[in-house]
Structure formats: C-alpha cells, structure tokens
Nanobody
Framework: QVKLVESGGGLVQAGGSLRLSCAAS????????MGWFRQAPGKEREFVSAISGRSGSTYYADSVEGRFTISRDNAKKTVYLQMNSLKPEDTATYYC????????????????WGQGTQVTVSS
C-alpha cells in the first residue's frame, strides 16, 4: 500500500521561499512518476509540477515555471518542491501524488495521494 506524507508547508511573506517534501512508502519508488498539485479554497485542484521516475524529466505549470523546482531522491524515497519568489496566489493546500505509469499533468492519472500541506503566502 502506498503512503505519501507531505511536509514543509507554512506561512511565508511574498517573495519568500519554502521547500515541500513528500516521503513515500513505495517499494519501487523509482518506478513512479511523482506530481505536485494544489487546491485553493473555492477552486479546483490544479497541476503544479511532476517528475518522472528514472529519467528525471520534469513538467511545470506555466504559473510556476522559473520559480518552482521539483526534484527527487530515489534512495530516500522523497520528492521535493522548492518554491521561490512566492506570491499570494500560490496560497493553497499542496498535494503530493504518485503515478506508476508515466509522468502526467492530469490528476486523474495519479493513483495515490497524500493528505496535503498548507502553504500561505501573505502580501
């Protein structure tokens, strides 16, 4: 059974940085593509970033391109999201997700999800 646990969220001023982590209890972690999604109050869940299992290919939403960086440490079974130059519109609950098949921007392609970590950016 896959378990994903996010951490690293918090309150930060605009322009600041946060690093989110997602620890995965997955036997073959390197086989999974991992994604980050976010959901703000009253809005639908949206794609943020994803990274493939072995090659390390990455995708980013246009809204975070150049500010956020996704990475993974397969030995530690952890995926990270470094968020720089944060904006108030980045405020949301951030979710980590795992996809056994391939890297994707679509939430429906991810089989397993964490509980989320709150990120609040003040202006």
């Amino acid at each position: 059974q896959v378990k994903l646990v996010e951490s690293g969220g918090g309150l930060v001023q605009a322009g600041g940085s946060l690093r989110l982590s997602c620890a995965a209890s997955i036997v073959s972690f390197s086989a999974y593509a991992m994604g980050w999604f976010r959901q703000a109050p009253g809005k639908e869940r949206e794609f943020v970033s994803a990274i493939s299992g072995r090659s390390g290919s990455t995708y980013y939403a246009d809204s975070v391109e150049g500010r956020f960086t996704i990475s993974r440490d397969n030995a530690k079974k952890t995926v990270y999201l470094q968020m720089n130059s944060l904006k108030p519109e980045d405020t949301a609950t951030y979710y980590c997700a795992a996809n056994l098949w391939s890297i994707s921007r679509a939430s429906r392609d991810y089989e397993d999800w964490g509980q989320g970590t709150q990120v609040t950016v003040s202006s």
